[in-house]
């Protein structure tokens, strides 16, 4: 009927899917739930994942800060699996996410942290206050495949994307050479050191993917407005990244 219909609506919320918090040894000692959440809100997020290396430890605390602040936690873990790539899990429940941690811990080498040399691994209550170390060595690859790590987290209700393709460390591309163009992966995520279009003109076997950018933030200041959501999310399986879905490029 009239122009404005036909243009693309303001995003309704913005999102941001890769988080640290200080229970990942390499985040800064500010990567608290208070300081993240104030953040976000100050960033107008209405949605952010809490994604540490190999661990669930923090989600709760971050969840019960934020739900003051109306914004949705999506519990998620930055898996390392034995190819040395990093993928992130998303997940609808907290649930979900601890059975993948049972899975994991299951898979991670028993050895501990050193926390003079990689950084202390906390866990933290929703006001901040100290709650435990996490002894046992987070960063590091569990035993557990790619294909191992898509076929569970699918199967208890989540979603992977592979994180950061474009990075020479822990990236699929650098494991694996490509990308397994049948693997259910919801996303490939570009780091904020490359372009969406750099990254397609670098690696022409992932134009037909969904890609993404997300702040991967270990620092408060990281933290960004990364994905424009254009309706809540009901379910992370209803995150359709790419062209048919919520999130357009
Ligand atoms: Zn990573
Ligand atoms: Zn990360």
């Not at 990689?118 to 100290?130: C, I």
Request: aromatic share 6%; proline share 4%; with cysteine.
């Amino acid at each position: 009927m009239d122009d404005g219909a036909t243009q693309q609506a303001p995003p309704m919320l913005w999102a941001d899917l890769h988080i640290h918090t200080v229970a990942s040894p390499c985040a800064e000692i500010e990567m608290l739930p208070s300081l993240i959440v104030g953040r976000a809100a100050a960033l107008g997020l209405g949605c952010i994942a809490i994604t540490d290396h190999n661990t669930t430890a923090n989600i709760q605390a971050v969840a019960r800060c934020a739900s003051a602040y109306g914004i949705r936690v999506i519990p998620g873990m930055e898996v390392q699996t034995r190819e040395e790539v990093h993928l992130l899990c998303l997940f609808d429940t907290i649930e979900q996410a601890f059975a993948w941690q049972n899975i994991v811990d299951a898979a991670l080498p028993d050895m501990k942290n050193r926390d003079d040399v990689f950084g202390a691994q906390l866990v933290v209550d929703e006001n901040d206050g100290f709650v435990r170390l996490i002894e046992r060595m987070l960063l590091i690859a569990a035993d557990i495949s790619v294909d191992q790590t898509v076929l569970e987290v699918n199967r208890l209700g989540g979603i992977v994307i592979a994180a950061h393709i474009d990075r020479q460390a822990y990236s699929i591309i650098t494991a694996l050479g490509f990308i397994p163009p049948d693997m259910n992966l919801a996303a490939l995520e570009v780091s904020r050191a490359t372009t969406i279009a750099e990254a397609k003109k670098r690696y022409p076997f992932v134009q037909n993917w969904p890609l993404i950018t997300n702040s991967d933030a270990h620092r408060l200041d990281e933290m960004c407005r990364s994905i424009p959501l254009e309706h809540e999310i009901a379910s992370v399986r209803k995150l359709m990244f790419g062209k048919q879905g919520s999130y357009t490029l």
